[in-house]
């Protein structure tokens, strides 16, 4: 699997538990971080968990390893490392402040679809 697949199946995992404003970013000629950054809010403490506990579940279904999953208990921004994807799920007050859009201004958006393979 690509990251790029990888990216996507984050995605519908956010989408999945009504993550808004989900932006993926391609990070490959921007930073050595990572191929994607996935960024996502919430409304709620609870929705912000939510949304990272089924990414890391659908990473487990498809055998991607999580790297590291920070922030869960706070709940204001979890970080999920999926190796060349990080994931970033903001509580809607956090996203804001924290602007990561702004920040890696450089890094084009990419599209992404929920379409199903096979």
């Not at 920070?70 to 994807?85: N, P, S």
């Amino acid at each position: 699997m690509d990251s790029k697949q990888l990216a996507n199946i984050a995605a519908k995992a956010c989408d999945d538990k009504r993550g808004e404003d989900i932006v993926i970013l391609d990070m490959q000629d921007v930073s050595l971080i990572a191929d994607y950054f996935l960024i996502c809010q919430g409304s709620s403490e609870r929705q912000v968990q939510a949304i990272a506990r089924e990414i890391k579940e659908q990473a487990e279904e498809n055998e991607i390893t999580i790297k590291r999953l920070e922030g869960f208990e706070q709940a204001r921004w979890i970080l999920v490392d999926l190796g060349d994807v990080v994931c970033h799920v903001f509580h809607k007050d956090e996203r804001h402040y924290y602007n990561l859009e702004r920040l890696w201004g450089d890094a084009p958006q990419v599209e992404f679809s929920f379409e199903q393979e096979g």
